[in-house]
């Protein structure tokens, strides 16, 4: 019978592979630290059918030609992805040597320094048969993403919320033909925003939603795209498109479990430098606040990691530290340099080597 074998030991580990969790791991593995993501399918990367207000990024590239793109970066530089969804993530005794890890996936086991959740939220459905296949082609759900696609075009807002009310008064910016749907619920927005809503050139229409239908002017080899709306009533009316607003959940359960203190809306709570309350565990993207931005999850991803980097490495070392290192061991100083593992170190000199690194490619080839 084998001997049970040692999980791998990282010094970082991400659970987590979109825009936010790829970044952290690629300016982690960039500055030296042997870094894991893992990625269970899905997230709100995936649904993103072309990535709006990304500089320098074609938008006919689509969520997942992104992350494929920056798997293959994270992997040239010599971090590891694991295609594998975490189930638990728990403390270890870190000895003395400060906080450690063990996460476990389906598949893998592996030990870590630090934990990065970048686990993301889920957009909740709008409750219309047939209409979430038009995901990203007529039902959107980000504003600043997709006013611009529908704008000076047919809109529609579906909700019975404050935010659903803001959402069709915000889009007169863009369009005046702006119908907000109850689909056969109470409003639930206050005295203030039912007069401001009354004032603004938006059609309230309060009767339920039954089906969504295609554009039939679009060609059958293209993905479908949204035509119109049918009512309890009989009626139907033609939108180029529309936000559905019925709030979101964040996936934070893993990180609540491990004792990560949550926001009110229940997103996980950090500081500055992405950091939760739990030493050693940090958290960005849409997981810590629903800005829904790629952006913004790349941006939280590069803090973190900045972050996480400072907090591993001893150099650059105080004149006390180094008074100390002196301390009965000579040698100390000398071993602890370089601060990178050689495995890391032997990737950073091939990369220069090769004279190339994988630039942002076309998309895929029949893509829209
Ligand atoms: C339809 C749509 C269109 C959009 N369009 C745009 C746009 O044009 N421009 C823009 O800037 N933003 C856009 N957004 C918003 C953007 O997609 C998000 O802000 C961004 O993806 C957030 O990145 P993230 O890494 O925080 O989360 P996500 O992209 O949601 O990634 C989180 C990842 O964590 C993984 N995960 C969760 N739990 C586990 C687990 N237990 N184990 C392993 N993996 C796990 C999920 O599989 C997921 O891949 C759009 C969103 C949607 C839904």
Redesign the pocket.
Known sequence: MSEPTEPLAYEVAV????????TTALYTTRLGHRTAV?????????????????LGVSETVS?EEL?AHAVEQLEHYGGDFYP????SVSQLDGGGDGPRFRLE?VHSTVDADRIVF????R?RSPEVPGLERF??RGL???L???AYTLGDGSVFVLGHTESAAHVAMTMCNFTDDVDLLLNDREPEWDDETAARLEAHPVDRIDTAVVSADADESIDADEPPWLGGLSFADGTERDYLGGFAMYGSAY?AD?AAELGCELADDGAIAVDENRQTSVEGVSA????THG???????IG?GAYAGLAIHKDLRTFLKSLDELEGDGDGDENALEESVPGSRSDLRAQMRRVRELRTHPGLREPSPGRQ
Do not use: S
């Not at 893992?38 to 990304?54: M, P, Q, S, T, Y």
């Not at 594998?84 to 189930?87: I, M, T």
């Not at 970048?118 to 939220?121: D, I, L, P, R, S």
């Not at 960005?284 to 997981?287: A, K, L, R």
């Open positions: 659970v987590g592979g979109g825009p936010a969790g790829l893992f990625e269970k399918e899905g997230g709100r990367h995936a649904a993103v059918d072309h990535v709006h207000n990304l969520g992350a594998d969804a975490v189930e996936a970048a686990t993301g939220f957009d995901t990203g959107h759900y980000c600043h993403c997709d996936n893993l960005v993207g849409d997981v800005q829904n931005q790629t952006t913004i999850a939280d």
